[in-house]
């Protein structure tokens, strides 16, 4: 089938890096709000649902999936003064609805509905933060999947909005006083007209909140006019005597702490931690002992204890030691010390009294990931989810003392788990290197080579792609597909070194891992090039972008979602300057070399036969500006030489993902779903 695409007008564009000439064509697709750019992204949706409408088993898929989503799921309990607080979705609601109960067992009372405050359900519940006395909760709102949050307070008697509206936060949560008469956040200031969602972000400041005050009157507590890409992060330790400002850079693996004496009105910042020269994550404290998980001289991490009477590197102490396994986390609960740890992208859960000397491990039923374990130093219980790719998550309540866990709400799917199974392999990368990846099927698979598969991983950002339940992967599953998600360099699965193995100069190991992923996959008869497709987001958008260009002829179809695609300029909007730890500037010589060679908006060749695609995105997304998949699409489209597809599906009041309504959700994986379905053939 030959596609008439729309028309996208060439500019004259032409920027010089370092001597280079390099053209840039699509430069207009950069204003979001622009006429033109409005009529060239409903030109494409007519493109692209015009195909998507035309494929037959659209609609079966899309029923399915709704039956799939439609099961009763719960947010893990937040405990505040005898007061359990928890998210609940009756299945297909647009957005969670947060609840509270008086005791474990209480009678549920209706706290905040989202849904209620918008017609099409894109308004979001973000992070939320109940005071020590249960009796005020500040929230976030995002609209439309924007980063930019407008917080409020709540009063949890009466369920009613207070006065307090503060605007302007982004990447920032809240921490109450445990006077209970206010809280610690961080904003920037106002932007400019017409940069709401592509100005970049610069000069975070951090600021007390006074209850029932307004924003105006808020208390700066501390700034840095000389270092604009300085992000702060204010908490209190729970017994509310000092507050601890992380202070970090973009996304750099590596942060400062300074803390602030709250018993001392006029107290000074004191900078405890001032060298860029590890990650350092509090943790908790016992009065001036303040423990800190590390990856000083630890690539796999640990806990340290440093007193702040003797704040000296050399009195430093390790609390628990790095082991062979990533430790990903540390819990300060019911005087107990709780250590999550990934042994080859698996959960492993260690507790230890607080000298560092191991209780027990938590034991899980199988290979998983397990995610919580918050709670209060002084409180004896603790909630975490198990999950897996076939198990959905179930919500555990931890006894400290005794070391039992007990099923809190477990969710019931249309499904056959038993239908299924999971393994895990590993497979050698272009140079040698030994990369873990977990394969999903349904059981008695047949390894002729004929199975249609989809590739999915990410490969950067220190982030560990561990198993999760999804709707869409049962959908896959169900449809016969194999589903693969390895654990590429530059995610944090095995610590910093393999985070750094796939950062700047050596980001090309990421693409290699997965395009070795993908070969292995063929070698071992799992599937063919004209049965498998890729898939990833935000970075991983990156990746699938990057591993098309690189080998168009090893995939029948790519699916990358709001994509890093222009490799060159991303960092001139909103936080996108933050990623230049991991990836490296175009301002820099010798990198841009790196990345001009890789940028898959760059390394599109006319005249070459790509893979199926569909790119998508969202208008509103602020953290990768849309910008990204729209010069991509327009590029691959002049590009592209083949008969099969190259679509963008762009989605309207929509971000980067976070708050997405139930219903777009599944629209949007129903098309993703029909569209690999017609391009590998699925039966």
């Known amino acids: 089938m030959k596609f008439t695409y729309p028309e996208t007008a060439r500019g004259e564009q032409i920027d010089d890096y370092h001597g280079t000439k390099v053209a840039d064509p699509y430069r207009w697709l950069e204003e979001p709000d622009s006429d033109a750019t409005k009529a060239w992204v409903i030109a494409q949706n007519k493109l692209t649902f015009d195909y998507l409408e035309k494929i037959p088993q659209r609609k079966a898929i899309r029923a399915r999936l709704e039956e799939l989503w439609n099961f009763e799921r719960f947010g893990l309990p937040r405990v505040r003064h005898g007061k359990y607080f928890y998210t609940r979705n009756d299945g297909l609601q647009n957005q969670s609805v947060l609840y509270v109960t008086n005791g474990l067992h209480g009678e549920p009372r209706l706290l905040l509905d989202p849904n209620k405050l918008s017609a099409d359900g894109t308004v979001a519940l973000g992070d939320w933060v109940v005071s020590d006395d249960g009796r005020w909760m500040a929230y976030s709102l995002a609209a439309a999947g924007s980063d930019w949050n407008d917080w409020r307070v709540l009063n949890v008697e009466t369920s009613e909005n207070e006065i307090d509206h503060l605007k302007w936060v982004k990447f920032s949560g809240a921490s109450w006083t445990n006077d209970n008469a206010g809280f610690y956040y961080s904003r920037y200031d106002e932007p400019k007209p017409g940069e709401k969602y592509t100005g970049a972000n610069y000069y975070q400041k951090l600021y007390y909140h006074k209850l029932g005050t307004p924003q105006a009157a808020d208390q700066l507590v501390y700034e840095r006019p000389d270092e604009k890409e300085w992000g702060f992060s204010g908490d209190v330790t729970e017994d509310g005597k000092y507050l601890i400002i992380t202070v970090w850079r973009g996304t750099e693996q590596k942060n400062l702490v300074f803390y602030k004496d709250l018993t001392?009105?006029?107290?000074?910042?004191?900078?405890?931690?001032?060298?860029?020269?590890?990650?350092?994550?509090?943790?908790?404290?016992?009065?001036?002992?303040?423990?800190?998980?590390?990856?000083?001289?630890?690539?796999?991490?640990?806990?340290?204890?440093?007193?702040?009477?003797?704040?000296?590197?050399?009195?430093?102490?390790?609390?628990?030691?790095?082991?062979?396994?990533?430790?990903?986390?540390?819990?300060?609960?019911?005087?107990?010390?709780?250590?999550?740890?990934?042994?080859?992208?698996?959960?492993?859960?260690?507790?230890?009294?607080?000298?560092?000397?191991?209780?027990?491990?938590?034991?899980?039923?199988?290979?998983?990931?397990?995610?919580?374990?918050?709670?209060?130093?002084?409180?004896?219980?603790?909630?975490?989810?198990?999950?897996?790719?076939?198990?959905?998550?179930?919500?555990?309540?931890?006894?400290?003392?005794?070391?039992?866990?007990?099923?809190?709400?477990?969710?019931?799917?249309?499904?056959?788990?038993?239908?299924?199974?999971?393994?895990?392999?590993?497979?050698?990368?272009?140079?040698?290197?030994?990369?873990?990846?977990?394969?999903?099927?349904?059981?008695?698979?047949?390894?002729?080579?004929?199975?249609?598969?989809?590739?999915?991983?990410?490969?950067?950002?220190?982030?560990?792609?561990?198993?999760?339940?999804?709707?869409?992967?049962?959908?896959?599953?169900?449809?016969?597909?194999?589903?693969?998600?390895?654990?590429?360099?530059?995610?944090?699965?095995?610590?910093?070194?393999?985070?750094?193995?796939?950062?700047?100069?050596?980001?090309?190991?990421?693409?290699?891992?997965?395009?070795?992923?993908?070969?292995?996959?063929?070698?071992?008869?799992?599937?063919?090039?004209?049965?498998?497709?890729?898939?990833?987001?935000?970075?991983?958008?990156?990746?699938?972008?990057?591993?098309?260009?690189?080998?168009?002829?090893?995939?029948?179809?790519?699916?990358p979602a709001v994509g890093v695609m222009d490799m060159l300029r991303y960092h001139k909007f909103t936080i996108g300057w933050a990623w230049a730890p991991e990836y490296g500037s175009s301002d820099d010589a010798e990198l841009f070399k790196v990345l001009h060679a890789y940028s898959p908006l760059h390394n599109l060749k006319s005249g070459t036969k790509y893979p199926a695609t569909m790119v998508t995105t969202g208008d509103h997304d602020d953290r990768v500006v849309p910008a990204h998949s729209y010069k991509f699409a327009a590029a691959l489209q002049a590009a592209h030489a083949g008969t099969t597809p190259a679509l963008i599906r762009i989605e309207t009041r929509a971000g980067h993902g976070a708050g997405t309504p139930t219903s777009k959700l599944i629209d949007a994986s129903a098309d993703v779903f029909a569209f690999l379905v017609k391009e590998l053939g699925v039966k």
């Open 264 to 559: 001392q009105p006029d107290a000074k910042v004191v900078e405890l931690i001032s060298e860029w020269d590890a990650k350092y994550y509090f943790v908790g404290n016992e009065g001036a002992k303040f423990w800190f998980t590390t990856d000083l001289g630890a690539p796999f991490k640990k806990l340290i204890a440093v007193d702040i009477t003797k704040p000296a590197r050399s009195e430093w102490k390790d609390v628990i030691p790095e082991s062979r396994d990533t430790l990903q986390g540390v819990g300060a609960v019911g005087g107990h010390l709780i250590a999550n740890y990934l042994h080859d992208a698996c959960s492993a859960v260690r507790i230890f009294d607080t000298s560092g000397k191991l209780i027990r491990d938590i034991d899980f039923p199988g290979l998983g990931s397990a995610g919580g374990f918050g709670g209060r130093f002084d409180q004896n219980e603790t909630f975490y989810t198990f999950t897996s790719y076939t198990v959905p998550g179930a919500i555990y309540r931890y006894d400290i003392r005794s070391g039992k866990s007990e099923i809190f709400r477990q969710p019931t799917v249309k499904f056959d788990e038993s239908a299924f199974e999971s393994k895990q392999v590993f497979y050698p990368s272009k140079d040698g290197t030994r990369v873990p990846m977990i394969l999903t099927y349904k059981k008695g698979i047949k390894l002729d080579g004929n199975n249609p598969t989809i590739l999915y991983a990410y490969g950067g950002f220190n982030v560990s792609l561990t198993p999760g339940f999804s709707v869409g992967v049962i959908e896959w599953l169900e449809l016969g597909g194999v589903y693969a998600v390895p654990n590429l360099r530059g995610g944090g699965e095995y610590g910093r070194a393999w985070h750094e193995g796939g950062m700047k100069d050596r980001k090309q190991n990421v693409f290699d891992d997965f395009i070795s992923a993908a070969q292995w996959l063929i070698d071992q008869k799992y599937t063919n090039p004209h049965k498998l497709a890729i898939r990833g987001g935000s970075n991983g958008g990156l990746l699938v972008g990057a591993a098309m260009t690189q080998r168009p002829d090893l995939f029948a179809a790519a699916v």
